[in-house]
């Protein structure tokens, strides 16, 4: 199989996918029902992508408090309402840390 | 720029405040990029098909399984069911954010589309309006950074065989914490964000990110019952009160 080919497959599978939805919803006139649920959308899609890197960061169960993605989450949320960049250096840092002691 | 502050009616209308607000998360995503590069080079890509999906797919996870697939020899069939599940979470994303672009044509928005990744996608979802050029600001950025990333990755990849078998996943959380946090302001939205949370952690096993779709899909609805069940109660307490 060559790589043009794979290449050309994954960018329509890609494309379609991204395109669908905005041309579906763009322009039209949504019920409050809708928007509300449009809305809920970001924190949701977010979260679901947080979750298991936090507290199931090897794909086991395990007790949060003795992950150090757990803290550095922990950390990254305490200073998340003075913006992204405090909040990058602190979640990063603990994570840094966490994982030279370990 | 501080983001957690910016008025979340309205994004700015400028390229630079695009490019502004997504710059905290250029250098997370280099990590992504610097090893993609190396492990495409690894899978048999070559540095031209490596760049080439950088270019054409720009969609980090993808190309990480679709190098994979690739490499393992898998079918077109195969490579192509997979990618598509990967990226169903841009139907999510491209729902929510269509409604809400301003100042962008029907055939604009498709372009737009190409360009929706989690981070632009996590940028913008702080509005409840997208000025087109903001938008472009932010997504144009990160495409280069990932282009350049990717193409050092490409470059050096020999000398980096050890970073492919790092964990780079936690690499993007807090920058995705930092723009949850500030949009739990009510119940509603708490609720949301620690079912999604929650449910993912039940559903994370299951292939191709499906999990996902299934968390954030359920923490919805739970979400809109659990608004509905208090906006239909609200008046009861009200007359009780009378």
């Known amino acids: ?102 | 720029m501080d983001i957690s502050k910016q008025s979340i009616e309205t994004s700015p209308d400028s390229v630079s405040a695009g490019i502004r607000a997504i710059s905290p998360m250029l250098l997370g995503t280099a990590p992504f990029g610097i090893v993609f590069g190396a492990f495409a080079l690894d899978m048999g890509l070559g540095i031209e098909g490596g760049q080439a999906m950088s270019l054409l797919v720009f969609a980090g996870s993808s190309q990480f399984v679709g190098a994979n697939l690739f490499g393992q020899g898998a079918s077109i069939v195969v490579i192509a069911v997979t990618t598509l599940f990967i990226n169903l979470r841009h139907t999510l994303y491209g729902a929510s954010l269509g409604p809400r672009l301003l100042n962008a044509k029907p055939s604009e928005r498709i372009l737009m589309s190409f360009f929706l990744t989690d981070e632009s996608f996590a940028i913008v979802s702080q509005f409840k309006e997208v000025r087109a050029r903001y938008y472009w600001g932010a997504a144009l950025a990160m495409y280069f950074n990932w282009q350049v990333w990717t193409f050092v990755g490409l470059v050096s990849g020999s000398y980096l065989k050890g970073l492919v078998s790092l964990s780079l996943g936690f690499v993007m959380v807090p920058a995705f914490i930092a723009i949850i946090v500030p949009q739990l302001k009510n119940a509603g939205s708490f609720i949301c964000g620690i079912s999604a949370a929650g449910i993912s952690l039940i559903f994370s096993d299951l292939p191709n990110q499906i999990g996902l779709i299934i968390a954030a899909t359920v923490a919805i609805i739970v979400t809109l019952m659990f608004e509905y069940f208090m906006s239909s109660n609200r008046p009861d307490l009200d007359r009780g009160q009378e």
């Open chain 1, 1 to 102: 199989m060559s790589t043009p080919i794979v290449i050309g497959v994954m960018v329509l599978a890609t494309f379609s996918v991204r395109a669908f939805s905005i041309w579906l919803f763009s322009g039209r006139r949504l019920s409050p029902l809708t928007m509300r649920a449009l809305a809920l959308v970001p924190v949701a899609v977010l979260s679901a992508i947080c979750g298991p890197l936090i507290f199931r960061p090897s794909g086991n169960w395990e007790i949060p408090f003795g992950l150090i993605e757990f803290w550095a989450a922990l950390a990254s949320m305490l200073v998340a309402r003075y913006g992204m960049l405090p909040s990058i250096l602190l979640g990063m840092g603990v994570y840094a840390i966490g994982k030279l002691i370990n």
